[in-house]
């Protein structure tokens, strides 16, 4: 399964949250989907306080690769693990 497109145009931390729900959708089984759907939410909210716009350009690029990393292997049994 190859990344979804749009990937590129995220800046934004709100932009990468949809991705990740749009790449969520994408992942094979309704377990899955329905465990990762909280956790997406939980990560965010982990890094809600951060203000440094360096480090927040750092977490998008290193979450995206991360979520195409998993979307590229197929995700047979994985959950997207971002963060």
Same mark, same amino acid.
């Given at each position: $399964?190859?990344? %979804? &497109?749009? /990937?590129?145009?995220? +800046? !934004? &931390?709100?932009? %990468?949250? #949809?991705?990740? %729900?749009?790449?969520? +959708?994408? %992942?094979?089984?309704?377990?899955?989907?329905?465990?990762? #759907?909280? /956790?997406? !939410?939980?990560?965010? +909210? @982990?890094?809600?306080?951060?203000?440094?716009?360096?480090?927040? #350009?750092?977490?998008?690029? !290193? /979450?995206i690769e991360d979520a195409d990393w @998993? $979307?590229?292997?197929?995700a047979h049994s994985n959950t997207l693990?971002?963060?």
């Open positions: $399964m190859a990344p %979804l &497109p749009g /990937a590129e145009f995220v +800046k !934004r &931390p709100w932009q %990468l949250y #949809r991705y990740f %729900l749009r790449c969520c +959708k994408e %992942l094979p089984g309704q377990n899955v989907q329905e465990h990762d #759907r909280p /956790a997406i !939410r939980q990560r965010f +909210k @982990v890094h809600a306080d951060e203000d440094d716009p360096a480090r927040i #350009r750092q977490i998008i690029q !290193r /979450a @998993v $979307m590229g292997k197929g693990n971002i963060f």
